[in-house]
């Protein structure tokens, strides 16, 4: 997993939240809902805006809706998938680098 650590607001650190979204997805809005929830930071990429990033997210995720979710180099999938993890207490553990 990749060694870059993203700051929260309370100054913990976590494994680097990328967020693949587009402007209208009601899935992506919850999906900061949940990190800002949570004291988290992350990347957002929009592919609406940027249609090379779309690509890149199609090749990295090797799906086509928004969001996906990438925890490091770990790919979560999208929210529903994300917060399935949450439930089982595997998210957080992701955060800090324990894995899956």
Request: hydrophobic share 40%; proline share 6%; aromatic share 8%.
């Amino acid at each position: 997993m990749n060694d870059i650590r993203n700051e929260t607001p309370g100054g913990a650190s976590h494994a680097p939240i990328t967020l693949y979204t587009t402007l209208v997805c009601p899935y992506c809005v919850a999906a900061k809902n949940f990190f800002r929830s949570k004291g988290l930071s992350w990347t957002e990429i929009r592919i609406d805006a940027d249609p090379a990033e779309r690509e890149r997210m199609i090749a990295r995720a090797n799906r086509t809706s928004v969001p996906q979710i990438f925890v490091g180099d770990v790919h979560v999938g999208g929210f529903d998938d994300m917060m399935a993890l949450h439930r089982a207490g595997k998210f957080e553990p992701l955060l800090s680098g324990e894995g899956a």
